[in-house]
C-alpha cells in the first residue's frame, strides 16, 4: 500500500482535503467541490419564492381566488400545497448556506423534477388561471409571476447544475453513515412516492379518486408533482446515504409532515378518515416525521463525536479505516 494517506477536515470548518506524503514530500492540499454561488444565489432566491406561495396557501387558503394563480376550491389542497411550499424554504435555504456541493445537491434534483411538472400541469390548464380582463389586475399580477418564475427557475437551474458539474474539487468521506432500517424506510418511500406521484400526473382524472380527498384533475397533477419530487427526494437520499449530507432535507421532511398535520386538524370534514388511502396518509406522514428525526439525530450525533482538532493521521485511520503507517493491509 502507498504511504501517501487521504485525510479530510469538516468541509464545514476547513473546505480541503489534504494528502499527506512522505516526510520529504510536500503536503498536496485537494479542495473539496464548493458550492458555486450562482447556485447558492438560486437555491436562496428559490425559498424566498415559495415562502411567497407558502403565505398565499396557507395564511389566505380560502382566498385562492384573489390571492393565487388558480382558483383552490378544497382548502385542504391548497393547505396541502402551502405545506410543500414552506416545507420548501427550509430545504433550499438550509441548502443555499452549505459551503460544499456534497452538503448543498440534496435539494437540487428534487426541485428541478418539481418546478418542470409544475409547469407542464400549469400550461396544459392555462384556461383555469386567474388570466384576462375578468379578473383583479393584482390577480392577474401573481398569475403572470407564477408562469414566468416557472419557467425561469428550471432553466436557470439547469445552466447553474453545467457550471456547478464543472467545478473543480472533490467529495468530502461520507461520514454520517444511515443504518440499514433508514435505509429500508426511504426505498420505501421512494417507491410509494413516485409511483403514486407518477399515476396522479400522468392519469390524473382516474387516479384522483385514489387521494383522501376530492381533487380536480389539475390539483391530483400538482400534487403529483410534489409527490414525484418527494420520491425523487428519498431516492437520492439512497444515493448520498450519509447523514450530514441530508441535514436540508431532513428538516423539510419534518417541517412537511408537521404542517400537514396541522391541515388535517384545520380542515378535517374534507377528509375520508375510514378509507384505505387516509389510513395509508396518515401512516406516510409518520414515517417522513421520523426519517427526518432520525437524519437530524445522526447528523447531530456524528458531529458530536467528531474531535474538532486531533492528530490527523489518527483521525483519517480512525474515520476512513485506512491502516496506520506500519500497519499490514490485508
Known amino acids: ?75 385542504l389542497s391548497a393547505a396541502f400545497l402551502g405545506a410543500g411550499y414552506w416545507a420548501s424554504v427550509a430545504i433550499e435555504a438550509l441548502a443555499g448556506r452549505q459551503t460544499t456541493w456534497a452538503n448543498a445537491r ?34 392577474q399580477i401573481v398569475t403572470v409571476a407564477w408562469i414566468a418564475i416557472y419557467i425561469a427557475v428550471p432553466v436557470l437551474m439547469l445552466i447553474l447544475l453545467a457550471v456547478q458539474a464543472r467545478a473543480p474539487g472533490q467529495d468530502p468521506p461520507r461520514s454520517a453513515g444511515l443504518p440499514a432500517w433508514l435505509l429500508a424506510l426511504l426505498a420505501a418511500q421512494a417507491i410509494v412516492l413516485f409511483g403514486l406521484g407518477v399515476a396522479m400526473f400522468s392519469v390524473p382524472a382516474q387516479a384522483a379518486h385514489i387521494w383522501p380527498w376530492k381533487l380536480s384533475p389539475m390539483m391530483a397533477q400538482a400534487i403529483g408533482a410534489w409527490l414525484v419530487s418527494l420520491g425523487v427526494a428519498a431516492g437520492h437520499a439512497l444515493i448520498e446515504r450519509d447523514a450530514r449530507r441530508l441535514r436540508p432535507a ?16 384545520r380542515y378535517p370534514q374534507h377528509y375520508e378518515w375510514r378509507s384505505a388511502s387516509g389510513v395509508g396518509y396518515v401512516i406516510l406522514l409518520v414515517t417522513m416525521l421520523l426519517t427526518g428525526v432520525a437524519g437530524l439525530t445522526l447528523a447531530a450525533s456524528r458531529r458530536r463525536a467528531r474531535p474538532v482538532r486531533t492528530e490527523p493521521a489518527l483521525r483519517i485511520a480512525s474515520e476512513l479505516a485506512i491502516p496506520r503507517p506500519g500497519e499490514r493491509t490485508r
Open 106 to 139: 440534496i435539494a437540487v434534483p428534487a426541485v428541478l423534477v418539481f418546478t418542470l411538472l409544475t409547469l407542464f400541469a400549469t400550461l396544459t390548464h392555462l384556461g383555469q388561471l386567474h388570466l384576462g380582463s375578468g379578473f383583479p389586475t393584482g390577480t
Open 1 to 75: 500500500m502507498n504511504d501517501n494517506i487521504v485525510g479530510y477536515a469538516d468541509p464545514e470548518q476547513l473546505g480541503e482535503v489534504q494528502t499527506l506524503g512522505a516526510a520529504e514530500e510536500p503536503r498536496r492540499l485537494a479542495r473539496l467541490r464548493p458550492l458555486i454561488p450562482g447556485m447558492r444565489n438560486l437555491l436562496f432566491t428559490a425559498s424566498v419564492l415559495v415562502l411567497l406561495a407558502g403565505i398565499q396557501l396557507l395564511v389566505f387558503t380560502g382566498r385562492t381566488d384573489h390571492f393565487f394563480a388558480w382558483t383552490i376550491a378544497n382548502p
Open 250 to 265: 431532513a428538516v423539510g421532511y419534518i417541517l412537511l409532515a408537521v404542517l400537514l398535520g396541522i391541515a388535517l386538524a
